[in-house]
């Protein structure tokens, strides 16, 4: 079976600091695609950022990296010099194979 | 209007109801989806279309049917839901499937809640 985990519901990050939420999946898939989305307080849900399997480099989109271990099957997202407009729900989201799973979110608070 | 829109934004309907979620996508892209988000689970997806055709029903109820009379339309029409049906209904779209090219773009939602 496919999964996407996310073990933190809830994290917390001081403005300007950098915080790392974690997402780790299984998959027998060797070709896929992983996805961070973002859904802030009754707004839509917005990609943050995505990575192709096939590629050994991280995704790097302005304040938010990505660390992608493919043989740990981990792919963590960075957010560097939080501000208070990244508060939200963080989905991680693998799709492999016309097959598509979401993780359960991360909640992350900003503190100003 | 650009990106994916979806009404009613907010809808509550008995259970002997028959109502119809609507959504259209302005970015002209080939598959459509349509998932549904509860509190502490994640996102299941129900249905996927592409190029109007259904591809995917995960074991959705009878009681939930989709539409999809062109690629830039969607729709799920229900009928005599339970309570449990409550939820956020997030409908996506992407310009194609299985491929890079298959991040997807969701709309703001509907939020259904089943009286």
Redesign the interface.
């Known amino acids: 079976a496919q999964t ?1 985990t996310q073990s933190q ?1 809830e994290m917390s990050v001081q403005e300007a600091e950098t915080v790392t939420l974690s997402c780790t999946y299984d998959t027998s898939e060797s070709d896929y ?1 992983l ?1 961070w ?1 973002k859904q802030p307080p009754s ?5 943050v950022i ?1 990575q ?1 399997a096939y590629k050994q480099q991280n995704a790097t989109e302005n304040r938010f990296s990505v660390n992608f271990q493919k043989a740990a099957k981990s792919f963590s997202l960075k957010i560097s010099d939080s501000q208070l407009g990244d508060a939200a729900m963080y ?1 991680c ?1 693998f ?4 097959q ?6 991360t909640s992350l608070t900003v503190i100003p | 209007e650009t ?1 994916v829109t979806q009404t009613p934004r907010h809808l509550v309907m008995g259970m002997t109801n028959k109502k119809s979620l609507k959504c259209e996508q302005h970015l002209g892209h080939n598959a459509m ?1 349509w998932y549904k988000q509860s509190a ?4 299941e ?1 129900m249905f ?1 279309y592409n190029f109007k055709e259904q ?2 029903n995960n074991s959705v109820p009878s009681r939930f049917s989709p539409e999809c009379p062109n690629s830039s339309h969607l729709f799920l029409h229900l009928h005599t839901l339970q309570p449990e049906d409550s939820a956020l209904y ?1 409908c996506a779209s992407s310009q194609l ?2 491929t ?1 090219d ?8 509907t939020r259904l809640t089943v009286t």
């Open positions: 996407v519901p695609y996805f989305y707004r839509q849900m917005i990609l995505r192709e989905f989201a799709i492999g194979g016309n598509f799973y979401f993780g359960t979110g | 990106g989806y502490k689970k994640p996102l997806l996927v591809t995917e997030l499937l299985g890079s298959s991040e997807q773009y969701f709309g703001p939602g």
